[in-house]
């Protein structure tokens, strides 16, 4: 299974915005990388995913690393609502068996 | 539509009984699975399937069964609850190609005494 590698916790003032690395070395060419996030109480919501290129939504944008081994999930404004576990997942052609790790642990600080 | 339901919200079972929890999606999905999470853990794949009639066994299988007769329905069955069960269960679904999202479910808490 593919691995990636987060920090337990990471805070963050209200209205800044937020980088939540995440570490995939065994990346593969063909793997995804899938962000999602839990609130509390919560099933895991999808926030976005790319391959190569960097991506933006309406939620996040996700900057990928050159070589892949590693990515971040930017928040541009962090909100009170955006307190939440954020996982960092591949995804392999492979059959979609999405291992999720513990996550990051976002607070936001009012 | 309604996306990935789970049934029910809250069960409490005693040592050895069994039980069915239920996901049912309206998406037309063909990969469903099901995860659990444990206090302050991440979420651990239990079983996947990739389409009606295709079943196969993630992180911790034991003590779980599966089924897929149906694409919309991914029933997980414990037929003899153990204390080291007691988790909240998730569904997800998804259309099948790995890059994807998963849709989840709302949860099931399952305590078992």
């Known amino acids: 299974d593919a691995k990636t590698t987060q920090p337990n916790s990471m805070e963050s003032n209200e209205e800044e915005p937020v980088h939540l690395p995440c570490n995939h070395s065994?990346?593969?060419?063909?793997?995804?990388i899938h962000w999602y996030r839990q609130l509390p109480s919560q099933g895991p919501e999808y926030v976005i995913h790319?391959?190569?290129s960097n991506v933006n939504n309406r939620m996040a944008s996700l900057a990928i690393a050159e070589d892949r081994k590693s990515s971040t999930l930017i928040l541009h404004r962090a909100t009170l609502r955006d307190a939440a576990v954020y996982y960092c997942?591949?995804?392999?052609?492979?059959?979609?068996?999405?291992?999720f790790g513990t996550g990051t642990s976002l607070t936001v600080i009012p | 539509n309604a996306g990935v339901t789970q049934t029910p919200k809250f069960q409490v079972l005693k040592t050895g009984q069994s039980m069915t929890l239920q996901c049912a999606q309206d998406?037309?999905?063909?990969?469903m699975s099901w995860y659990r999470q444990d206090p302050g853990m991440g979420l651990r794949l239990i079983h996947y399937?990739?389409?009606?009639?295709?079943?196969d066994q993630g992180e911790v299988p034991n003590g779980y069964n599966v089924s897929r007769s149906t694409t919309e329905d991914f029933p997980l069955r414990l037929l003899s609850a153990a204390p080291s069960q007691t988790s909240v269960y998730f569904c997800?679904?998804?259309?099948?190609?790995?890059?994807?999202?998963?849709?989840f479910g709302n949860g099931t808490r399952l305590t078992v005494t």
């Open positions: 997800a679904s998804s259309s099948g190609q790995h890059n994807s999202p998963l849709h």
């Open positions: 065994t990346i593969s060419g063909t793997d995804y």
């Open positions: 790319g391959l190569t």
């Open positions: 997942i591949l995804s392999t052609d492979t059959g979609n068996q999405f291992y």
């Open positions: 998406m037309n999905h063909e990969y």
């Open positions: 399937s990739v389409g009606a009639g295709i079943t």
